[in-house]
T-cell receptor, first 107, second 114 residues
Framework: GENVEQHPSTLSVQEGDSAVIKCTYSDSASNYFPWYKQELGKRPQLIIDIRSNVGEKKDQRIAVTLNKTAKHFSLHITETQPEDSAVYFCAAILMRFGAGTRLTVKP | DADVTQTPRNRITKTGKRIMLECSQTKGHDRMYWYRQDPGLGLRLIYYSFDVKDINKGEISDGYSVSRQAQAKFSLSLESAIPNQTALYFC?????????????FGEGSRLTVL
């Protein structure tokens, strides 16, 4: 069945560094790839998404890239700040979520 | 503000008890979902509904049932709760299909089954 794998499960970076989280999916019919951020004790919220007809999308310090041939997509956060610390989830077809990445940004 | 509201926010119950988690929304969305969150396992889809007469199983529906009482209300029931159903449960809505649009989550209902 559909499967979404997310790596790494934890990521620690220094403030100002970049962070990259990668997801792979199995169903070639997937055409919508969102990323959600969940701060401690809060609900997940969409931060960026990409559709299969584009390869990259940027929103200020956040970008998502998609490689449909290889069936993977990645979240890139540049100039990380302590408030970026959270759990990040990717998702693919039928809203199958990855297991999450806990990002810690050290001041 | 239009929102997604879940009740109760926290519940402790015993094995074998029947539990209902309720979700209501003022966003006017047709599509509603129930997810379960466990540490290290992400968010797993339990059931979803695209309108009042539509109910669909997700990836982990065993042990759960749902009721879509109205466009704005979607309830999740555990007929006989067991300890491995201890988790954080989220209701979500969308105005497009789950493969094409943003999910809006409620604040979550933390359930503990002793």
């Amino acid at each position: 069945g559909e499967n979404v794998e997310q790596h790494p499960s934890t990521l620690s970076v220094q403030e100002g560094d970049s962070a990259v989280i990668k997801c792979t999916y199995s169903d070639s019919a997937s055409n919508y790839f969102p990323w959600y951020k969940q701060e401690l004790g809060k609900r997940p919220q969409l931060i960026i998404d990409i559709r299969s007809n584009v390869g990259e999308k940027k929103d200020q310090r956040i970008a998502v890239t998609l490689n449909k041939t290889a069936k993977h997509f990645s979240l890139h956060i540049t100039e990380t700040q302590p408030e970026d610390s959270a759990v990040y989830f990717c998702a693919a077809i039928l809203m199958r979520f990855g297991a999450g990445t806990r990002l810690t940004v050290k001041p | 503000d239009a929102d997604v509201t879940q009740t109760p926010r926290n519940r402790i119950t015993k094995t074998g008890k029947r539990i209902m988690l309720e979700c209501s929304q003022t966003k006017g969305h047709d599509r509603m979902y129930w997810y379960r969150q466990d540490p290290g396992l992400g968010l797993r889809l339990i059931y979803y509904s695209f309108d009042v007469k539509d109910i669909n199983k997700g990836e982990i529906s065993d042990g759960y049932s749902v009721s879509r009482q109205a466009q704005a209300k979607f309830s999740l029931s555990l007929e006989s709760a067991i300890p491995n159903q201890t988790a954080l449960y989220f209701c979500a809505t969308s105005d497009l299909g789950m493969n094409t649009g943003e999910l809006f989550f409620g604040e979550g209902s933390r359930l503990t089954v002793l």
